[in-house]
Every structure is written in structure tokens, then in C-alpha cells.
């Protein structure tokens, strides 16, 4: 089994990444926080990865920290979970934030996230809620000056949430992303408000 990576970003889109390790290309599924976080391409990166075997697949997912990757495996440990969702869900939530909703039984929060309905919610809560290995809730951090209210990750994911309430499927919404993402700066693709951010990729949806 690969359990981790660390080689050359060569490509990346907000769900995937291709890692060049000694010339061979491998193809990481990732959560939106690990794209913000992915060095420029020709640059190296470390992933952390599980890789989920099937009789006709064999496909890797690829996290930050060991953190993310632990929540991603206890979230495929909920019945009805598989690891496309545990994904998406990772891309709409820190792990501590996680742990706070399930901990306090928030199945307002849980239910934001993309394709999370109240009855997933619910055995969410109820099959995780004393599960220790979730990382304990850290403090908020005070918001500084000048920073964007929002992260890249949680901005991409609000986006990608609209686009499928709106009936689009979630793989063009992504590829309408990640064309009007190639069109800007990353500071500009930062600091754009999240209303302009989504009306552009609508645009881009045409």
C-alpha cells in the first residue's frame, strides 16, 4: 500500500493532484484545504495518502497531516460513507470543526456541507460521537487584519455546494472552477468576493 508521497506537483485542480515521484506520475484525489495548500507547479510537495483498493480500482487520497487522513478513514467507518464523500466533506470543514459539530450534536453546520443530508448527519453524530480518535477542537484563532474572512478551501466549497443546489453536476462545477481559477492571480483569486467568485464561474458553466 502507498502510504505516503513526496515528489513533483506536475498538475492540480481543486480535487486532484499529479505527484511525479522519480518519474512516475501518481494521481491524488484531494480535499479543497490540501489544493490551498499545494505548492506552484515544478515544485515539490509531501502527502500524506490512503489508498483504497477495489476489485476494478485502485485509488489515492491525499492529505496535508495525518490528522485529516485519520477523520477521512473514520468518516469511510460510517455506514453510507464512502471515500468520495468522506472527501467532499473534508473539503467543507476543518477536522476540529468537525469534531465540534459532531460533539455538540450540530446537525445545522453538518447539513452545509456538500452532499451531507439531516439523515447523514445524524448517524454522523451518532456513530462518531464518542469516537476519540478526532482531533480535539482547537481555539479559534483571532481574525487578523487584512486577511481574507474566508479561506481558498471554504470559499471553493461554498461555490461548489451553490453550483450543485442549482442542479449542476458537481464535475463540471469543479472544471468551471478550476477554468476561472486558471484565469486569475491567487491573490486575486483570494481576495475576489465570494458572489463575483460564483457569478464568473456561472459564466464559465455557459
Known amino acids: 500500500m502507498i502510504a505516503c508521497l513526496k515528489g513533483e506537483v506536475i498538475a492540480k ?20 484545504s490540501v489544493f490551498s495548500t499545494l505548492p506552484d507547479i515544478g515544485q515539490e510537495t509531501f502527502l500524506h495518502i490512503h489508498t483504497h483498493v477495489r476489485e476494478d480500482a485502485l485509488t489515492l487520497f491525499g492529505f496535508s497531516d495525518t490528522d485529516e487522513k485519520s477523520v477521512f478513514l473514520i468518516l469511510m467507518g460510517v455506514s453510507g460513507i464512502g471515500p468520495k464523500l468522506a472527501l467532499r466533506i473534508l473539503s467543507g470543514i476543518k477536522p476540529a470543526e ?34 476519540i480518535d478526532l482531533p480535539p477542537a482547537q481555539p479559534e484563532s483571532p481574525e487578523l487584519p487584512g486577511l481574507p474572512e474566508e479561506s481558498d478551501a471554504r470559499r471553493i466549497s461554498d461555490v461548489i455546494s451553490a453550483l450543485i443546489n442549482l442542479g449542476y453536476p458537481e464535475t463540471r462545477a469543479n472544471e468551471a472552477l478550476n477554468s476561472v481559477q486558471r484565469q486569475l492571480s491567487d491573490n486575486s483569486f483570494s481576495n475576489m468576493p465570494l458572489e463575483e467568485l460564483l457569478r464568473r464561474t456561472l459564466g464559465a458553466l455557459v
Do not use: M, W
Not at 485542480?13 to 484525489?29: C, L, P, Q, S, W
Not at 465540534?100 to 462518531?128: N, P, Y
Open 13 to 32: 485542480t481543486f480535487d486532484k493532484a499529479i505527484i511525479d515521484v522519480n518519474g512516475v506520475g501518481y494521481e491524488v484525489h484531494i480535499p479543497h
Open 98 to 131: 468537525l469534531a465540534r459539530a459532531i460533539s455538540s450534536e450540530d446537525i445545522g453546520r453538518l447539513t452545509q456541507l456538500s452532499g451531507v443530508g439531516k439523515k447523514t448527519a445524524e448517524r454522523l453524530c451518532l456513530e462518531l460521537k464518542d469516537k
